[in-house]
């Protein structure tokens, strides 16, 4: 078998090849958490501004038309 | 954030804190590959989950088309979804350690190799297939038998390699003469707990973010058909485009 004929990799080689994999491990969590954020900040916003207008509304009309303008 | 989704947030971040602790300090070298070999730790158990996430995503696709519950629509959606998030850095892992053990990136008469590729690459398709179709109904149904295909695939797939002669890579769990030692099969098993926990905090986390956006999108048309405030446009107003 070729991989059993391979020898090992000096420390400092492997040691490259084997931090890139978890390095890139990290970024792809850091990139998935990043756009999960993004998606959550979204959503924020959204119920704060439907909260906002929720409350507009509960407010009495003439008050409400001010806010409007 | 709910308190199981943050016992489950800290239970991830232990296990794969101790798994990766015991890839490089507790876990000796392997015989032939040396310090490279540790790499198998991180590859191997992404992938195993990868291919198990889409089993699981098919098995909801199936209680979708029983039930009809657009839950188990969601549920298998964002199952092969993190799956395919865990497929790609599986192979860019497997590449890594493909170089570095055989001095290529990427070995195409290998069965294991090319297979991961085949079914990575079906699963590639289930986003244009699903959003090509308008019609809700329609588009969660279509990827549901999706879903079930491409699911029943995965262990056919995976048979048909075991059963393949092998070119370079290794049979780790299944050689006669030995394979893991009682240390390796221990940190083994620790960051295969942690990934598979890292798949479920991620699905979770992602329902629990689609489950939001739905209640929000439901409150925006509440407010819209408000009849005491005729033409708001709240929605057009927060989502332009994307209301009604």
Not at chain 2, 31 to 41: E, L, M, N, T, V
Not at chain 2, 146 to 165: E, H, K, S
Not at chain 2, 174 to 190: N, R, Y
Request: hydrophobic share 55%; charged share 15%.
């Amino acid at each position: 078998m070729l991989l059993a004929a391979t020898p090992a990799l000096p420390l400092d080689e492997a040691g490259k090849y084997v931090a890139a994999a978890y390095i890139v491990f990290v970024l792809l969590l850091l990139i998935y958490v990043g756009l999960m954020a993004a998606k959550l900040a979204r959503i924020s916003r959204d119920l704060e501004e439907l909260a906002d207008l929720a409350e507009s509304r509960a407010e009495p009309a003439p008050a409400r038309e001010e806010v409007r303008a | 954030m709910n308190l199981s989704l943050r016992v489950l947030a800290f239970a991830t971040a232990a296990l794969i804190g101790v798994g990766f602790a015991l890839v490089f300090f507790y876990v000796p070298n392997e015989a032939d590959q040396g310090f490279i070999q540790k790499i198998f730790y991180l590859h191997v158990p992404l992938a195993i989950i990868a291919l198990g996430g889409f089993i699981v995503g098919g098995i909801h696709a199936i209680r979708h088309l029983r039930s009809g519950d657009p839950v188990h629509d969601a549920r298998s959606y964002v199952s092969i979804h993190t799956s395919v998030i865990f497929g790609v850095a599986v192979l860019i892992t497997g590449a890594i350690w493909a170089k570095a053990s055989w001095g290529r990136w990427w070995v195409w008469d290998e069965p294991t190799l090319v297979s991961f590729l085949i079914v990575f690459l079906l699963y590639a398709t289930y986003y244009p297939l699903r959003y090509a179709i308008p019609d809700r109904e329609r588009q969660a149904r279509y990827a549901s038998v999706f879903a079930i295909t491409a699911g029943a695939f995965v262990p056919l797939n995976f048979m048909a390699v075991r059963a393949a002669q092998s070119l370079v890579h290794p049979r780790t769990f299944a050689t006669a003469d030995g394979g893991l030692t009682g240390e390796m099969w221990l940190t083994f098993l620790v960051c295969f707990a942690g990934m598979a926990a890292l798949w479920w905090l991620l699905v979770r986390f992602e329902l629990t973010a689609k489950r939001t956006s739905g209640q929000v999108s439901r409150l925006r048309r509440a407010l819209d058909a408000d009849p005491s405030l005729p033409g708001t446009g709240v929605a057009a107003r927060i989502a332009p485009g994307t209301s009604r």
